[in-house]
Each structure stands twice: as structure tokens, then as C-alpha cells.
């Protein structure tokens, strides 16, 4: 399986880094939709492999996600967003699934931890909280303008490993 990675971002200079090392080593591509950073994002972006395109911002981030998407060479996505990081044990289990010929499931989702001042912030509508990480374009889109949803056809399979998100307020 081919599978470019899709992520939005701005003004994510602390986060980018670790964000992008800890994707799968077997990802074909990176696409980044930047609205407009003021600070290194996108440098920092360009300088670890990944295809930055600049865009005023629509007010809907299913707007920006699906752009992104469409920007894609791919029809598998992997997505995240720049304060998250991929568990090392997400990690391997992804490059497994992309290593792989799974094509029985239209998407795939991780359970995501909130991580704040170092500490795991457990809120009963946080927690686990799946959110989509592997998804084909084909059966797939983002709808909603603040809170935007993976809207799907076919099966979707859930991943018990966790996508890290590191909140700062």
C-alpha cells in the first residue's frame, strides 16, 4: 500500500519536529497545508521531507483536511495533527498495515491520549476518543466546519494503540 501523509498546520515550530519523526519510515509522501505560519513551521516542515503548500485559512477544517487530501498522490492517508505523535507501538503497527496488502477496511483508528504539563489528562469525552489515522480517500471525506468528522463507507478497524496529543493550555 502506497500512503501519503496529510496534515494541516500553523504556527507549529515547537511541534513539527517530533510530530514528523515520529511517522512510519515507509510512508511515500508528506503534504502539509500551512496557513501562513509566522515562525519556522514551514522550514522545519521542508527540511524533513514533506511538500508544503500555503493557504488562507477557510474557517472549516474539513475544508483544509479535504484540500490537503486532494493534494495527495495517494489513495491511502495517513493523518495527524502537528501537536500529536504516533506511539512507537502505533508506529509499528502502521508500517506493518502499509507494509501489507489490508484492503478489507476503508479506515483505521487509534485512540488518542491528551497530554498536558506531562501529565495524562483523563475526561470521560477525551478518553479514548478514537480518531481516524489510516483512511483510502476513495470511500472517505471530512465533513463539519469546527469539529470536523471522517464521514465513510465500508468497515472501519480500531487500533488499541495511541496517538499522543500534546496540549499546552
Known sequence: M????????????KNIEKCLRSLP??????????GFSRDKTV???KSLGAKVFQRKFSGSYSDERNYCVSLARNDWIL?????????????KELERL????????????SPRKTIRAGKFIFEYYSYPNFKPVLFDRRK???????HEILKFTGKRKF???????????
Do not use: Q, W
Request: charged share 30%; hydrophobic share 35%; proline share 1%.
Open 79 to 91: 493523518t495527524l495533527d502537528a501537536d500529536e505523535i504516533f506511539d512507537p507501538r502505533l508506529k
Open 43 to 45: 522550514k522545519m516542515a
Open 2 to 13: 502506497k500512503v501519503s501523509v496529510c496534515m494541516i498546520t500553523r504556527n507549529e515550530e
Open 25 to 34: 519510515k515507509n510512508v511515500d509522501e508528506i503534504v502539509t497545508v500551512d
Open 140 to 146: 472517505c471525506s471530512y465533513v463539519g466546519a469546527v
Open 159 to 169: 487500533i488499541h494503540n495511541h496517538i499522543m496529543h500534546y496540549k499546552e493550555r
Open 98 to 109: 502499509i507494509s501489507g496488502n489490508e484492503d478489507s477496511y476503508s479506515m483505521y483508528c
